[in-house]
Structure formats: C-alpha cells, structure tokens
C-alpha cells in the first residue's frame, strides 16, 4: 500500500491549509486512516482518525479547529486545518493503522510539512 500525501506549506498563525493523503495499492479495504505529526524534539502524536463510517477521534489540542474526513471511494482522507497555530508548525503523516486492517505494521505515508508563521 503506498499513502501519497499532499498539501502542505507555510502559513501565518490563523491561516487555514488542507491535507490530502491517497491509499493506492490495497487489497483490502481501507476502513481507518488518520493524521499524525511531528514537531522537532517531539514524538510523533495522533492529530486525528477517521472510520468509513465517519466517526472521528481528534487530539485535544485541535479540537474545533481541524476536520478530519474520508472518501470512501477514492481511499483519500483530507485533514482541513483551520486557525493554525505556531505550534501546529510539524511534520503530518497520513496513516493506515495496523489494527484496521489485521496487519502486522503500521503503514505511512511520506510526510508532509505545515509551517505555522506568528
């Protein structure tokens, strides 16, 4: 499975940018995909997941201000940030967990860079 991910750029504080992330590849069904990120010196974190159902899980720290979503028909999951923040400024990463689909590793795409100017 490869995760093309997109979208990603320099913004000031308040801006708004969307992220794209496309599965291609599967033979299985995508049912989960999410959003990580990662700032310098940080651990990666879970910013948001997203089921083809449509329910959703975000981070505290976005809550309110990023949407994440799913079609279902092109295996894309889209992260709109809204109201960005300096210290959203990371790395995000697309994602297909591992427990989502009975694999023994997680898969990731290549990393996409948000820039938060203040």
């Known amino acids: 499975v490869q995760l093309q991910a997109s979208g990603g750029g320099l913004v000031q504080a308040g801006g708004s940018l969307r992220l794209s992330c496309a599965a291609s590849?599967?033979?299985?069904?995508?049912?989960?995909m999410a959003w990580y990120r990662q700032a310098p010196g940080k651990e990666r974190e879970l910013v948001a997941l997203?089921?083809?159902?449509?329910?959703?899980q975000y981070v505290e720290s976005v809550k309110g201000r990023f949407t994440i979503s799913i079609d279902n028909a092109k295996d894309t999951v889209y992260l709109q940030m809204n109201s960005l923040k300096p210290e959203d400024t990371a790395v995000y990463y697309c994602?297909?967990?591992?427990?989502?689909?009975?694999?023994?590793?997680?898969?990731w795409g290549q990393g996409t860079q948000v820039t938060v100017s203040s």
């Open positions: 590849g599967s033979t299985f069904r995508v049912n989960v």
């Open positions: 994602n297909i967990p591992r427990w989502a689909v009975g694999s023994s590793y997680d898969y």
């Open positions: 997203v089921s083809s159902v449509g329910s959703t």
